[in-house]
């Protein structure tokens, strides 16, 4: 008896982990699937009733709204996020003397919750009270800042808000990267009299493209899933000017009780996260079993 | 690197220069928020109306903190953060260490013990790690009902643990995975068991990875906001919760230093955790992601 | 006459992959059994086998005339010595000597007392209290073997143990083992890929191809019989050289032919044989190709050739030509005055010929 389960005891100890992620990552998927094609309110209902779900939700100005959302979002986050993190990963990767110190202070808002970061943002770019005042305060009498109250360029502070507290992370990946370099090859093209530009141009950065990737990756992920910065920044608003698909999601779930528009909102962000993350993880698996 | 050979001392001066103040700047960049909470949080109301965001504090004064704590309305309840605070303790504490125990146990199967579909069952573990969670969040509301869960410490310590393994699981196989086989042969024959090989040859071995996967299952548990606030009630919320509900309380007038005051204190553990063991940290990010 | 060790129509494939082929063994107690060939022969998985590490798919492994089917490692009664050494690298020393002994549930006392035996067996007293990342390559090895030892196995197995010491330790180490296994008088198996080093350590020698047995036998049979060109060219360096040559059939022995560079033909007379291919190998070991000043044997046969390469090797000096088509090695003693493009006679010992088919490269 206990020779079997010595000899079993690998599979016995995963198993629950296994059984867990079935039900619950991939049959509360199913579930909520399910949900989306019916016609449910409040209590869910089980009879598939098509794609009307989908239909109420592509038509709503307020999806539309979160999805446009997303993509400005999306985009310019990951965008400035990347070009943040490469420049002064570059600049960091100078030799300097502090860089330990100055390490730790670009990456700390990563340690952050995005309430606090949403919190704290909130306030800085509070009109009236925030850098609005004191721009103003330096003499600049006409300037306003209040993007933050303002339904066509709120969405922007939190665009600037999720910059400040990821481009930390996409620098130390990049850093990383760059110092994996091979050192031999940059020698070389100094001894031939490549310009400093040039190398990183011509040598580094195309050589750092599965970093690029990887940062793209999880820049991509943590724009999709953004809902406790929004909550925290602009609530949603003004109105629902900043709205996401997550929050979207939430408020259709526990405010509005129309269990139909969470699934299929739910379902439409995971599609979009798989087309993102699926081929990626596919290539990276891969690529460890070669291994 | 920028120190080119083939640009002269000057330039080179120059250049060096530039790239410490742009550094700097950098720097102030990233503190502002920081430098911002703090003082504010140390300003009475009048001062931050009269005053400027950028100013330190022309009379310090505590009490914004002391409110925080004790008496800051969140919702109904005027009792500050402090149980919201323990609350997160309560959740945070079990949820990183049960996790990290089932992510050990699982990662060492995974990494030492090939089995027939072993790889299949990591592969679905580790893509459950890169689901938006809305896409989870009905139907374990409806089961944590069931469980008679619903709105308990223990439902979300229960939520904490299921989400948590994937990547638990992926850091502890990453790095067993670089162990030699053969100590497993070696020790088999020796005679020892699957649990005992665990015991006494895996776990001393284990500490650098322990210390990544607590401090990153701490921070993402400390400072979750989506499985909190939907799946807690008035009284098990987590700090982030009730910082949120301090921050946005539509009733009376907007305190901001206890705003902020109240953002610090929900921030300190992770903060300083951070401080301590960075090192640590960094090198939890970096391993879930440039690796896979 | 005691079998320690029976392999019988062992067979195992990963998948599709067949990697151990009818593997048939047999050894007796006191047995240094080397299985040797090259990387993805299959003499580790066949060891593994053996230790119970890896499952077979069909046939039988019997030690001490057990059977060891659903004998689980920790109870088939051996030890084994790996080649990164796999010592426990957060115990001292001396807990990894014991580790197995209190897995076991040996008490304290017996520990210490064979702790105390092993470690004056093998000078390693003065380590004791080390960990493995303290110790030098060699001083890793003999705690590796202390672990074993202290088993008091019947089988001793090492998988490829000397790989990553360098060359001077190995020598070294080789003679601590061949010296372990006359003082134990214990049975051993033993993974190379160094054909010297199955030569040196062996009393019997499994030469392995792609999960197959290509030859069993003593160092001497195997050196001087090889079984088929794959084991002439495999045991022995420099290799044995193998010659393009045709047999044609005369009265009452054969004329083997060979073609030198310059078109002209040497024929050897071979009465032995009673039957050749047409297209045969004729096998030849370097040493037993000289110089003509050495010694008058009978039975001998002169080939002029010309000299292509002098490779002086200290003891001896390897003197390279071109026979029948192929590049022949020849051992001169390392005085020899030869020079390169001279062209001298080689001296070949006729009753060192091995014939091997061509096509089937088997042994005739």
Known sequence: MSNWLEKHLPKIVLGPSFLAIILFVYGFIAWTAWISFTRSRLMPKYDIDGFIQYQRLFDSPRWEVAIDNLFIFGFLFILISMILGLVIAIFLDQKIRIEGALRTIYLYPMALSLIVTGTAWKWILNPGLGLESVIKGWGFKDFTFDWVINPDFAIYTVVIAGVWQASGFV????????????????????????????????????????????AFIVLAHLAIKSFDLVIALTGGGPGYATDLPATYMYTMAFSRGDIGQAASSAIIMMIVVFAVVVPYLYSELRNKNDQ | ?????????????????????????????????????????????????????????????????????????????????????????????????????????NGYVVAQWRFRGANIIFALMLFGCFIPFQVILLPMARILGLMDLAGSIT????????????????????????????????????????????????????????????????????????FGVSFSQAGTQPITVALNNIVNSTTGVKEYNVDMAAAIIAAMPTLIVYVFAGKYFIRGLTAGSVKG | MDSILKIKNVNKNFGKISVLNDINIDIESGDF???????????????????????????????????MSDVAPKDRDIAMVFQSYALYPTMTVEKNITFGMKVRGITEDVQKEKLKEVAKQ???????????????????????????????????????????????????????????????????????????????????????????????????????????????DFMGSPPMNLINATAIKEKNHYKINIKMEDGSIVSIKEKNKSKL?????????????????????????????????????????????????????????????????????????LGKISYFDKLSGQRI
């Open chain 1, 171 to 214: 620098m130390a990946l990049f850093l990383a990267g760059l110092r994996s370099v091979d050192q031999e090859i940059v020698k070389a093209a100094q001894v031939d009299g490549v310009p400093t530009f040039r190398i990183y141009t011509a040598i580094i950065i195309p050589s750092m493209a599965p970093i690029f990737l990887s």
């Open chain 2, 1 to 105: 690197m920028i120190n080119n050979i083939n640009n002269t001392n000057y330039t080179n001066l120059l250049l060096r220069f530039l790239l410490y103040f742009i550094l700097i700047v950098f720097v102030l960049y990233y503190l502002l928020p920081l430098f911002v909470m703090i003082t504010t949080s140390l300003k009475s109301l009048e001062e931050i109306r009269t005053g400027s965001l950028v100013s330190l504090p022309r009379n310090i004064t505590f009490e914004a903190w002391g409110t925080a704590w004790s008496s800051a309305c969140t919702g109904i309840q005027c009792e500050g953060l402090r149980p919201f605070f323990w609350n997160s303790i309560f959740i945070a504490i079990p949820a990183v260490f049960i996790s990290t125990l089932i992510g050990a146990l």
């Open chain 2, 155 to 226: 439902g979300l310590i229960f939520v904490h643990v299921i989400y948590g393994i994937g990547f638990t699981t992926l850091f502890f196989r990453n790095y067993y995975v670089n162990i030699p086989n053969e100590l497993v042969k070696a020790a088999k024959i020796d005679g020892a068991t699957f649990l005992r090989i665990f015991w006494s040859i895996f776990l001393p071995l284990s500490l650098p990875i322990i210390v990544v996967t607590v401090i990153w299952q701490f921070t993402q548990i400390w400072n979750d906001f989506l």
């Open chain 3, 33 to 67: 059994l080397v299985l040797v060939g090259p990387s993805g022969c299959g003499k580790s998985t066949l060891l593994n086998c053996i230790a119970g590490l890896e499952k077979i798919n069909s046939g039988d492994v019997f030690i001490d005339n057990k059977n």
């Open chain 3, 122 to 232: 093998l000078q390693i007293e003065n380590l004791l209290k080390r960990k493995p990342g303290q110790l030098s390559g060699g001083q890793r090895q003999r705690v590796a073997m202390g672990r074993a030892l202290v088993r008091n196995p019947k089988l001793f197995l090492f998988d490829e143990p000397l790989s990553n010491l360098d060359a001077k330790l190995r020598v070294e180490m080789r003679t601590e083992i061949k010296r372990l296994h006359y003082d134990l008088g214990a049975s051993m198996v033993y993974v190379t890929h160094d054909q010297i080093e199955a030569m040196t350590l062996a009393t019997k020698i499994v030469v392995m191809k792609d999960g197959f047995i290509q030859q069993i036998g003593t160092p001497a049979e195997i050196y001087n019989y090889p079984e088929n060109i794959f084991v002439a």
């Open chain 3, 277 to 349: 291919p047409e297209d045969l190998l004729l096998g030849i070991r370097p040493e037993n190709i000289t110089e003509t000043s050495l010694k008058n044997k009978q039975n001998c046969h002169m080939i002029r050739s010309k000299v292509d390469i002098i490779e002086p090797a200290g003891s001896d000096t390897f003197v390279v030509t071109k026979i029948g088509n192929t590049e022949v090695t020849a051992r001169f003693n390392s005085e020899t005055q030869v020079s390169i493009g001279s062209e001298i006679d080689f001296v070949v010992d």
